[in-house]
Antibody, heavy 125, light 112 residues
Framework: QVQLVQSGAEVKRPGASVKVSCKASGYSFSGYDINWVRQATGQGLEWMGWMNPKSGNTGYAQKFQGRVTITYSSSMTTAYMDLSSLKSEDTAVYYC??????????????????WGQGTLVTVSS | QSVLTQPPSVSGAPGQRVTISCTGSSSNIGAGYDVHWYQQLPGAAPKLLIYVNSNRPSGVPDRFSGSKSGTSASLAITGLQAEDEADYYCQSYDTRLSGSMVFGGGTKLTVL
């Protein structure tokens, strides 16, 4: 069965960086994009970016451009999300999610069919 | 402020039917991009509920249904059950800001 298992909770100081991992199993890792989505306490979901493990291509939400880097290790079937210059507002649960790219009504539809369990990142001085 | 607008909360009694709206614009839903829905139970990760407007993944009860028209989409839940109490999010694609996935702000469903 498809599983995405994320690394454990992190506590960081403002200005530091954090790297969260997402270990995939139960499917062909190179066949699907991995995306990262975060959720501050009591808030909604916020998309951060994606990466394709076959091509190595990545894309980031404009809000996080220059601060976020998504990488992967095919041999380890693991994706990583690196967020730098942390601020208190970055305190949130970070999720990885597998994406499906299918024929939609008019154009390609892109959605998230499996999610990791989430990793709490706390930024505090 | 989310790109897709959802009501903050809805409620209904067990057995009733509720709907949750998701309103977008000409740069996302109105441009033809499909809508997907997720259910997030308390303390859990989101779970895919509806994809490409009206399709249910295997295992999702047919009490859940989705539709899309114009610049909006809707999630309907019939025969409400206590275990349906959760947050619900819509998601689509937006052409602004170099193109990105966007979520609604979420709707808290309370089963009375």
């Amino acid at each position: 069965q498809v599983q995405l298992v994320q690394s454990g909770a992190e506590v960081k100081r403002p200005g530091a960086s954090v790297k969260v991992s997402c270990k995939a199993s139960g499917y062909s890792f190179s066949g699907y994009d991995i995306n990262w989505v975060r959720q501050a306490t009591g808030q909604g979901l916020e998309w951060m970016g994606w990466m394709n493990p076959k091509s190595g291509n990545t894309g980031y939400a404009q809000k996080f451009q220059g601060r976020v880097t998504i990488t992967y290790s095919s041999s380890m079937t693991t994706a990583y999300m690196d967020l730098s210059s942390l601020k208190s507002e970055d305190t949130a649960v970070y999720y990885c999610a597998r994406a499906r790219n299918v024929r939609g009504t008019i154009t390609t539809a892109y959605y998230f069919d499996y999610w990791g369990q989430g990793t709490l990142v706390t930024v505090s001085s | 402020q989310s790109v897709l607008t959802q009501p903050p909360s809805v409620s209904g009694a067990p057995g009733q039917r509720v709907t949750i709206s998701c309103t977008g614009s000409s740069s996302n839903i109105g441009a033809g991009y499909d809508v997907h829905w997720y259910q997030q139970l308390p303390g859990a990760a989101p779970k895919l509920l509806i994809y490409v407007n009206s399709n249910r993944p295997s295992g999702v009860p047919d009490r859940f249904s989705g539709s899309k028209s114009g610049t909006s989409a809707s999630l309907a839940i019939t025969g409400l059950q206590a275990e349906d109490e959760a947050d619900y999010y819509c998601q689509s694609y937006d052409t602004r800001l170099s193109g990105s996935m966007v979520f609604g702000g979420g709707t808290k469903l309370t089963v009375l």
